[in-house]
């Protein structure tokens, strides 16, 4: 065999990468497992705030040492292997959205005396108010304007045809409210690409209805400040001229002069501590600080170690130690040093600190700033586009694209400030404060500065965002547990792993010694797809599991392929290395063209899809190279290695058993076609029938619900919770753990249609009443009663659907481009228009059936529930069929080529049945693992196990009974053709 070096050697430097990458995992697990036990109390509530301070104390510390290398946990988290939110929780984040600035902004942020004491007595009433922000500013206005009308201050230019001088108050809040519901409708969809591209795997966002809030869940998060600043961001970017300290160095003199007499006189005033008392907290006080504090002590106060004048940075800016922010910003708020200080100058720190000496030390920016306004010389605004990029240094910046009003003023500002610094400002941090070398003529411009990657993927993910219309703030953020609770994890793990001891033991039995090759194939490729996903900062969802499920399947389907082709070429009387050497070579292109066929759809869903389409695309694609590369050359390596005696060898292919087993098959499929397009017709119409009647069963995801959060006086499964409730409610049901493990959110659809305070009622007292049944518990209502075998519902809220409009367009989007993407390969392949269309047929019949037999096992009592793991089920659906598919077109493609005088029929039909043995025994190994899960996966995984069983079966008979039989039907001309010329020859004869 040629190459089998370098097969070799490329197997094992994976196999070492991917080795090395997983390592990161295991050791990420063993500091979870250390933060679970530290946050758990004696009666085994875990509180999950307790275990994320845990892990953020760990942040920076090293928790790995590999070859001589220590690796912080936050180096750890960024290369393990994720998991996604169904599978291990993450952070709830809930989000409002201020209106205040809608507000102002349709105003033209006026200046009005009367409106702005209006505004800011609304901003104080809301804090204690359950009325509209708007409502309560109007009625704040009426105390403050008199009988003014709001037309006297939003009649202006930028209003022009929407608000006149006649236009009635009524009116105005009209649009008021109409801007603020628009502005929270746009920050939806911003954040949502946020979040989208923050990197997390299945994130959950949904808007509360009925108000301006909106609730976020990130699956693993890792680093909570992250999320706050990426969330809350307004994308306020700026561009300021900084002064110089030597441009107000004496008032900064004056400043210090202030506090060094304060202290010194609070140094004679206090008599010196008989002892010291240690301060409380992790990391001691610094100098500057404790001598603000308490004075200095020991030598007299010196002037040298100035609170305001400190440390010099390359002869400009105010540099200090990190723990020593929160007094500085004191001291610059006091009215006397305020005093002092120049009108036209703001401060502003520095967005990163950076470390010196051991220390933490943070830039504070003087930028010039005329007092009582926050008009930059030029807005971010004018960006049209950022992306990350690399100074000419190779380090992280972000590269910037601005329209042509803003490149105007870029090169105004640019060309005035020569030599000095402009300050790239974000959110009043100062990102870089570069020295301008020259003017810049153009709109194209880079934020330069000592940027992580990930820093600079994050401002530039914001700025390409868009600008929110309004600023938003947390107002609630906890920890939650997996969608999928513990048990029905071990479930799902202990299913799948015995579905897989099954295929192990089924391949063996069949292909003797072979059957340990295949098997040897199909452990290298699960070990690569998991190391591959951790190598690329992938996570891993339960979307992506059932791409695994089907990559399994790609990959036994590969070697059974290649094992019957050599079993052929045995039976065909060819030796062992020939007939090894024929197989390998007659079964690549059909291997080939499957898994092209199959990662172009993974392309085309990840190019277009989101959310838990993408994720699976992510594992489908990592999944066929993988499943390639093993199937057809770690094998191919490992067969030659066996067979490298010839004939003598004793490796085999087949038991007594296997041997001949389905290899003389003659069954007259063609026949049977019509019958075939009945029965598919037939179900498919029934089920959509009752799915038009009776509907489907939602889940959360699709509808939204009402949400509840239950406290109970002890730890909980949420997995129990949700079956019963399932059982209870004609609705779809939802359980997590929420900040503790004894603290339950439960999402229901039961009545989403219906917002009437009586449905609210019903709803509520449903799941008290579920609950209670379910647990044994008794509902109270303070929920500072709770005693033993007790519960309360704390909290409650109605939320909108997880799967947004844009998730399910996107989805559709991305199936019918990877439907025209197959069409297209398989004609530029087959080079016959009639096999395109029909594979698309058999698709579209595939999907249709697994949606009406949902909706049949619906209808005869079943609670399969259409969610986000429905989604990637159908999926699965759509690459297992186009594989088989093409599996069948190949061998008729080859039997066309080779047809002698055989009809075309006749070929359809040898086809079919000299690849049957390759189909059941690949539908079989495949239903094994989905079989085995759908019995003993529990109930939460029953649904997504139901889709897979169903469109294994499906996909396996469309191959057979639809797609072949279609491309027989479009091709009735040749068929014809040749019936014609047999009887012509026959009259002839």
Request: aromatic letters at 8%; proline letters at 2%.
């Amino acid at each position: 065999m040629r190459n089998k070096g370098v097969i070799v050697f490329l197997t094992v430097i994976i196999t070492v990468l991917c080795l090395y990458y997983l390592s990161f995992t295991f050791v990420s697990n063993n500091v979870q497992r250390d933060a679970e036990a530290y946050a758990t109390d004696e009666v085994g509530n875990v509180d999950f705030s307790k275990k994320q301070s845990y892990l953020d104390s760990v942040w920076r510390l090293p928790v790995y040492r590999f070859l001589g290398a220590d690796y912080t946990y936050q180096e750890v988290k960024e290369t393990e292997l994720g998991l996604g939110l169904d599978l291990q929780g993450g952070m709830h984040v809930t989000l409002e959205v201020s209106p205040v600035e809608i507000v102002r902004g349709l105003a033209g942020n006026s200046q009005d005396a009367a409106f702005n004491t209006a505004v800011n007595l609304a901003q104080e009433r809301a804090k204690t108010s359950n009325d509209k922000f708007v409502d309560i500013f109007y009625s704040a206005w009426n105390e403050t304007a008199g009988d003014r009308k709001l037309n006297s201050v939003y009649a202006t230019a930028a209003n022009r045809g929407r608000v006149s001088l006649e236009t009635t108050d009524a009116e105005v809040l009209s649009l008021i409210d109409t801007e603020v519901e628009n502005a929270i409708e746009r920050s939806f969809n911003i954040l949502r690409t946020r979040v989208d591209r923050f990197g997390t795997a299945q994130p959950n966002i949904q808007r509360i209805q009925g108000s301006g809030r909106i609730q976020i869940e990130l699956p693993g998060v890792d680093n909570p400040e992250r999320v706050r600043n990426l969330l809350q961001g307004v994308a306020k970017l700026q561009f300021w001229e900084v002064a110089e300290i030597n441009e107000f160095g004496d008032a900064i003199e004056r400043a210090n002069a202030i506090l060094v007499a304060e202290a010194q006189g609070q140094r004679a005033t206090q008599p010196a501590p008989a002892d010291t008392t240690e301060v409380e907290g992790d990391e001691e006080e610094s100098d500057l600080a404790r001598q603000l504090a308490q004075g200095a002590d020991g030598d007299d106060f010196s002037s040298d170690v100035s609170p305001l004048l400190s440390l010099l940075k390359a002869n400009y800016g105010l540099v200090y130690d990190l723990r020593d922010t929160v007094t500085i910003n004191r001291i610059l708020a006091r009215d006397d040093i305020r005093s002092v200080l120049p009108r036209d100058v703001r401060f502003m720190w520095s967005v990163k600190a950076q470390r010196a000496d051991g220390q933490e030390l943070l830039e504070l920016h003087a930028i010039k700033a005329p007092r009582g306004t926050d008009m930059a010389p030029l807005e971010g605004d004018v960006i049209t586009d950022a992306r990350q990029s690399y100074d000419q240094n190779s380090r992280p910046a972000v590269s910037m694209q601005m329209n042509a009003d803003g490149a105007r003023k870029w090169r105004k500002l640019t060309s005035d400030n020569v030599g000095r610094r402009i300050a790239v400002v974000l959110d009043d941090y100062v990102y870089t404060a570069p020295n301008v070398q020259g003017e810049i003529p153009s709109g194209q411009s880079e934020i330069t500065g000592n940027f992580t990657i990930e820093e600079a993927k994050d401002l530039a993910n914001i700025l390409k965002s868009g600008t929110l219309p309004a600023p938003t703030r947390i107002v609630e953020e906890a920890m939650i547990g997996a969608t999928l609770g513990a048990e029905a994890q071990q479930q799902g793990i202990y299913s799948m792993v015995a579905g897989l001891v099954l295929v192990v033991l089924f391949m063996i039995a069949y292909f003797a010694k072979g059957g340990f090759v295949a098997i040897a194939a199909l452990v290298f490729n699960i070990f690569f797809i998991l190391g591959i996903l951790a190598q690329l900062g992938a996570s891993l969802t339960l979307p992506g599991i059932a791409g695994i499920v089907l990559t399994i399947g790609m990959s036994i389907d590969a070697n059974v392929l290649i094992f019957e082709r050599i079993k052929e070429e045995l039976r065909n009387g060819a030796g062992l290395l020939q007939a090894i050497s024929s197989g390998y070579n007659k079964a690549f292109s059909a291997i080939l063209d499957s898994n092209v066929t199959t990662f172009l759809v993974g392309a085309i869903l990840y190019a277009l899809g989101q959310g838990p389409v993408k994720g699976f695309a992510i594992v489908l694609m990592i999944g066929i190279a993988s499943s390639f590369f093993s199937a057809v050359f770690i094998t191919r390596v490992i067969v030659y290695w066996m067979s490298k005696k010839g004939d003598k060898s004793s490796i085999s292919f087949s038991t007594p058993f296997s041997r001949n087993l389905l290899s003389d098959l003659n069954i007259d499929f063609m026949s049977k076609r019509k019958v075939a397009y009945l029965v598919s017709t037939g179900i498919i119409v029934v089920g959509l029938a009752i799915a038009a009647i009776n509907g489907l069963k939602f889940g959360v995801d699709f509808t939204g619900g009402r949400t509840y959060t239950v406290e109970f006086s002890e730890p909980v499964t949420p997995t129990e919770l949700k079956t019963g409730l399932d059982a209870k409610f004609d609705g779809s049901v939802e359980a997590k753990t929420f900040g503790g493990n004894n603290i339950i959110k439960v999402t229901t659809s039961y009545l989403i249609n219906e917002d009437s305070d009586e449905a609210n009622r019903e709803v509520e007292r449903s799941v008290r009443e579920g609950i209670a049944e379910i647990t044994g518990f008794t509902f109270v209502e303070d929920g500072r009663r709770i005693g033993a075998e007790s519960f309360s519902i704390i909290g409650s809220s109605k939320v909108g659907a997880t799967v947004a409009d844009d998730i399910k367009n996107s989805s559709l989007e991305a199936m019918f481009f990877a439907l025209v993407a197959i069409f297209l390969y398989i004609l530029l392949r087959f080079r016959k228009w009639q096999f395109s269309l029909a594979s698309i047929i058999a698709l579209i019949h595939d999907t249709l059936f697994v949606v009406a037999a949902f909706a049949i096992a619906t209808a005869l009592g079943a609670t399969f529930e259409i969610d986000q793991v429905f989604i990637a089920a159908m999926l699965t659906v759509v690459g297992y069929s186009i594989n088989d598919t093409v599996i069948v077109f190949d061998r008729i493609r080859e039997n066309i080529s080779n047809r002698g005088t055989s009809k075309l029929v006749t070929m359809f039909n040898d086809a079919i049945n000299q690849t049957m043995s390759r189909t059941l025994i690949t539908s079989a190994t495949t239903l094994i693992v989905v079989l085995v899960l759908l019995i003993f996966g529990g109930e939460v995984l029953a649904g997504f196990a139901f889709a897979l069983l169903i469109g294994v079966l499906v996909g396996t008979y469309s191959s057979i009974y639809i797609a072949s039989p279609i491309v027989v039907d479009l091709m009735k001309r040749e068929i014809a053709q040749e019936k014609l010329a047999a009887e012509e020859a026959q009259k002839v004869a």
